[in-house]
């Protein structure tokens, strides 16, 4: 049975700042992508996608600006797989072209997905590539699997697809309770030297997700606040007294799927900061560890969250907002998003441990998700015991990359490095 044609679709409310804030030198962009242990064939890639579109009704959107809010708009348009031909997460959206918000490549073993945020988050994006992925190796291994088919591991209703869980679950209300003003603190930022035509630096290490979390358990914390602790001690080395002053602050986005009932294709998350002041005069990494660990416990709360999701959402029912026309509120979102920047020297995330049936094992090697970057940033995740830390930079210089895999080197975890470089 084939989906139902939605006809437009406005923008969940942590979509809308992407519209409006993407550039040539971050382009909103990120990729997922699986590693098989053998060569895509391209033509069985193309059919895989055209029954994946079946059950991802929101991907066969285009962009579309209204006189108040950007929006989603259903179009015939057919992906077509591509043989990898551009730089890593390259611009998707043109402002006022009808083009699909994604794109999926091949190259030799790799099956490549590239999303413009506003379309998807990471998990939205990795339950697609699964689907995708999954009905690319039916399709390949007829022969194995045509009597005894694997279960989707993501299958669920187009509604619950189409859901905006930020409006299911917070109302706008409550939001501006009485708080002490927090003064804002500029963090260090990363300087470099940036590569031509905007390109992004993509280096990628693999290695035994069973070695790492062992390390991180050493120092009695989780995988994703080690990595992170890790990322913020490669920083330091390169920092001089005089810059100390400043912070290292890493953003680190919340996966709200965790703590409210959803199971949509659309952008569903917060982000909060953590990081380590250095004026505090340790820089061993048990004591990063300690303060991530801090900033984890006080940012991650139930108050915190609904606090935050409910005033984005009480502004952006404001009357004053909703009567502003676009290109007005374009210009306020991009001036936010410059002094929420000040803030901010990298960015962690976590995608998690990846699931397919076990069925599989034999044809997949790994998964990796990375990001467009304006700055340094990290994206892991987690297949089988194959962990994946992809470092995503617009800066030629590679020292913060060698100090953090050198540093897990030297902890006894075997590294496999591969760059687009």
Not at 50 to 61: G, N, V
Not at 130 to 157: A, G, M
Not at 181 to 190: L, R, W
């Amino acid at each position: 049975m084939r989906s139902r044609k939605v006809e437009w679709t406005r923008l969940d409310n942590a979509s809308k700042v992407f519209p409006a804030t993407y550039h040539n030198k971050d382009t909103k962009v990120f990729r997922a992508t699986c590693e098989l242990t053998e060569d895509v064939d391209s033509e069985v890639l193309q059919q895989a996608l055209d029954i994946t579109m079946e059950s991802f009704t929101l991907y066969k959107a285009v962009l579309r600006r209204g006189v108040f809010w950007y929006y989603l708009e259903s179009t015939d348009i057919r992906p077509i797989v591509e043989i990898e031909s551009l730089p890593v997460c390259a611009p998707i959206y043109i402002k006022d072209k009808r083009n699909l918000l994604f794109r999926v490549y091949y190259y030799y073993k790799r099956i490549n997905v590239e999303i413009f945020h506003a379309l998807s988050d990471g998990t939205g994006a990795l339950w697609f590539i699964q689907n995708l992925v999954h009905h690319y190796l039916i399709k390949k291994h007829t022969e194995i699997f045509e009597f005894n088919k694997p279960k989707l591991r993501y299958n669920v209703s187009l509604s619950e697809k189409m859901n905006d869980s930020f409006q299911r679950h917070f109302t706008g209300d409550n939001a501006f309770p009485h708080i002490n003003k927090i003064k804002n603190i500029k963090a260090y930022h990363i300087r470099g030297t940036r590569f031509e035509e905007n390109k992004t630096l993509l280096i990628e290490g693999s290695m035994s997700a069973k070695a790492v979390l062992e390390e991180a358990h050493k120092y009695q914390t989780t995988l994703t606040i080690f990595i992170a602790a890790v990322f913020i001690y490669s920083i330091c080395k390169d920092m001089t007294a005089s810059v100390k002053k400043r912070p290292i602050v890493l953003s680190v986005p919340i996966n709200l799927r965790q703590f409210y009932e959803s199971d949509t294709t659309r952008n569903f998350f917060t982000t909060m900061n953590a990081g380590y002041n250095f004026t505090k005069g340790n820089i061993g990494i048990e004591d990063i560890i300690d303060s991530i660990k801090n900033d984890f416990k006080g940012g991650i709360t139930e108050e915190k969250i609904s606090m935050k999701i409910n005033r984005l959402l009480a502004l952006e029912k404001n009357i004053l907002t909703k009567v502003m026309p676009l290109p007005l509120k374009d210009f306020f979102i991009r001036a936010a998003n410059k002094i929420n920047d000040r803030e901010i020297t990298g960015a962690t995330s976590n995608i998690g441990k990846i699931e397919m049936p076990v069925e599989f094992d034999p044809y997949i090697k790994q998964f990796s998700f990375c990001t467009s970057a304006r700055r340094p940033q990290i994206t892991i995740c987690t297949y089988r015991d194959r962990l994946v830390i992809s470092f995503t930079s617009p800066f030629r210089e590679t020292e913060i990359q060698k100090s953090i895999f050198q540093f897990l080197s030297k902890k006894g975890i075997d590294v496999e490095i591969s760059s687009n470089s």
